[in-house]
T-cell receptor, first 113, second 113 residues
Framework: KNEVEQSPQNLTAQEGEFITINCSYS?????LHWLQQHPGGGIVSLFM?????KKHGRLIATINIQEKHSSLHITASHPRDSAVYIC???????????????WGAGTKLIIKP | NAGVMQNPRHLVRRRGQEARLRCSPM?????VYWYRQLPEEGLKFMVY????????ESGMPKERFSAEFPKEGPSILRIQQVVRGDSAAYFC???????????FGPGTRLTVT
């Protein structure tokens, strides 16, 4: 079983729909990242979370440390939001010397006009 | 403040040639990470460097691959005698500190023919 699991693997929705992408992890973490990758494109860091909730524009990320779960929400989705969304965690093992990210497999999102 | 720069964006090499991938971190960032993304797969950690030092190269193949981050200039990922299996997207990320958010470059897409 992977240490970081994302669901769904693929998601197709209509423009304007509210989107939720989930990330569950099995290790203790010090931080969780949400990143976006467009087809053939680079990777953009969306959020880094260690607790609570963050909002940027139409994107909202939440994390529940006790339940080892995070969600990424997109409100009023648009075709330009079509991308792969990746969850990655930094394990708390190793303390300050731990820098490696454990990556989820990604969720491929397609928003149809 | 320019983001992380990578060049070239696309690189085509014949089997047996050498590939050199460059990464200029964000201003003020002294930590550089290299990741590889094989087609249809997630990112995999390769190597972590600070200025003039390789901190962790546990994700990098022992043969043919090397990385450096000199005092002056960009970080270089070098692949000698490339093979078809080296075809992938290579991403570089930088951060100002060990546990800080990592900022990603646009990637270099290496194709070995």
């Amino acid at each position: 079983k992977n240490e970081v699991e994302q669901s769904p693997q693929n998601l197709t929705a209509q423009e304007g729909e509210f989107i939720t992408i989930n990330c569950s992890y099995s290790v203790g973490i010090s931080a969780l990242h949400w990143l976006q990758q467009h087809p053939g494109g680079g990777i953009v860091s969306l959020f880094m979370l260690s607790s609570g909730k963050k909002k940027h524009g139409r994107l909202i990320a939440t994390i529940n440390i006790q339940e080892k779960h995070s969600s990424l929400h997109i409100t009023a989705s648009h075709p330009r939001d079509s991308a792969v969304y990746i969850c990655a965690v930094r394990s708390e093992e190793g303390g300050d010397s731990n820098y490696q990210l454990i990556w989820g497999a990604g969720t491929k999102l397609i928003i149809k006009p | 403040n320019a983001g992380v720069m990578q060049n070239p964006r696309h690189l085509v090499r014949r089997r047996g040639q050498e590939a050199r991938l460059r990464c200029s971190p964000m201003k003020g960032h002294s930590h550089v990470y290299w990741y590889r993304q094989l087609p249809e797969e997630g990112l995999k950690f390769m190597v972590y460097l600070q200025k003039e030092n390789i901190i962790d190269e546990s994700g990098m193949p022992k043969e043919r691959f090397s990385a450096e981050f000199p005092k002056e200039g960009p970080s270089i990922l070098r692949i000698q005698q490339v093979v078809r299996g080296d075809s992938a997207a290579y991403f570089c990320a930088s951060s100002p500190g060990l546990r800080s958010e990592q900022y990603f470059g646009p990637g270099t897409r290496l194709t070995v023919t």
